[in-house]
């Protein structure tokens, strides 16, 4: 059975930094483009960042390129998501998520999900 598992989230305020860990079982990360995707309450789910089998093979949105890193720990089987210089925009619940492709951009193509973790930028 695959689970995924995101930690990390919390209440920050602009400028502030988190990060998000995703532990997986059932997996190999390293077979998987890993993902991490964001829902503001009334607005579509996003492609935040994106990681390929390789660690060069990566993908940021626009909004957050130069602020966001994503990496991966192979031993660990646990995918992260470093955010810097957070905006009260950046303000949604964060999932992680799994394809065996590269790179869906919509949540469609990913079939495995954890249950998220919100992330809150106060102004």
């Known amino acids: 059975q695959v689970q995924l598992v995101e930690s990390g989230g919390g209440l920050v305020q602009a400028g502030g930094s988190l990060r998000l860990s995703c532990t997986v079982a059932?997996?190999?990360?390293?077979?998987?483009?890993m993902a991490w995707f964001r829902q503001a309450p009334g607005k579509e789910r996003e492609l935040v960042a994106a990681i390929g089998w390789t660690a060069s093979l990566t993908y940021f949105a626009d909004s957050v390129k130069g602020r966001f890193t994503i990496s991966r720990d192979n031993a660990k089987n646990t995918v992260y998501l470093q955010m810097n210089s957070l905006k009260p925009e950046d303000t949604a619940a964060y999932y992680c998520?799994?394809?065996?492709?590269?790179?869906?951009?919509?949540?469609?193509?990913?079939?495995?999900w954890g249950q998220g973790t919100q992330v809150t930028v106060s102004s």
């Open positions: 998520a799994a394809s065996p492709t590269w790179l869906g951009r919509h949540e469609s193509n990913y079939a495995y």
């Open positions: 059932g997996l190999t990360i390293s077979d998987y483009t």
